[in-house]
């Protein structure tokens, strides 16, 4: 078997941040065997669980051997908020266990990687270096619909005392508006929304209204970034649930230092 490596991808504006770290895991470098092949970590993937605990072993070490906090996703709207004052020890940092159950995860600690996982879905992850605070939420089409990244800024600014105009944001690799379509929308996503359909067309541009998630609330245009990777047109790279169905998950990242 063709021995791969593990391949991070990083955003222009969060490598700037000194006290920054964080990555895109693409699929390549793990252990996972067939359409799971290889760094999958999506413990409700069907893939084999001993797989799924040596992938997210070889995230940790990657990152250093600091601990990963993963998330029981359940595109919902539920955000854990993590606060070094609370002392938390039932964070047990298994590398196979999900602790909490949300979709977003907000936190000052320094130290710890907030994890989110995806496969078309986006991570889209915010920092702001003036409060020392860090954010990563799972929003896909269903989270954008509740509006998951609005209610995070507002939970960043309500129990970090953060201020939008200096959160900056970014955009993982997902399913972009060439392959989002919807043929059900007029079931599925809000009326108030269809301004990002395509026209003529049933594909919606989640991006932009990710974009304009963010700007609603005040982050600033220059301070958002989206690699503009769609995870569809790109399997080789990264799992598309669109694609493939029975696929796996990639890891998105972020800590402080
Ligand atoms: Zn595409």
């Known amino acids: 078997m063709e021995k791969t490596d593990i391949r991070v991808y990083e955003f222009n504006i969060f490598k700037k941040e000194e006290n920054l770290v964080h990555g895109v895991f693409s699929r390549s470098g793990g252990t996972s065997t067939g359409s799971f092949d290889s760094l999958n970590i999506g413990m409700n993937s069907g893939d084999e669980k001993s797989a799924i605990f040596n992938n997210r072993k070889l995230i940790i070490k990657k990152m250093g051997m600091k601990p990963l906090v993963f998330l029981n996703q359940e595109h919902g709207d539920q955000i854990k908020i993590l606060k070094k004052e609370d002392n938390d020890f039932s964070l047990i940092f298994e590398p196979g266990r999900e602790i909490y159950t949300a979709d977003a995860i907000i936190s000052d600690m320094t130290g710890v990687f907030l994890v989110i996982q995806v496969a078309d879905c986006q991570a889209v992850m915010l920092y702001d270096a003036q409060r020392k605070v860090i954010a990563n939420v799972h929003s896909g ?85 989206n690699m503009n990777i769609c995870t569809k047109c790109n399997t080789r790279e990264f799992y598309s649930y669109r694609a493939q169905k029975f696929t796996g998950r990639f890891a998105c990242v972020i800590s402080m230092v």
């Open 141 to 225: 089409w269903r989270g954008s619909i509740k509006n998951i990244i609005g209610k995070c800024l507002d939970k960043m600014v309500e129990e970090f005392n953060c201020q939008t105009g200096n959160i900056k944001a970014c955009i993982s690799p997902s399913l972009g508006p060439c392959c989002a379509q919807f043929i059900n929308y007029k079931d599925e996503i809000p009326q108030n929304l269809w301004q990002y359909k395509i026209q003529d067309t049933e594909y919606f541009d989640f991006w932009q209204m990710s974009a304009d998630q963010l700007l609603e609330k005040g982050v600033k245009e220059n301070h958002i970034e």
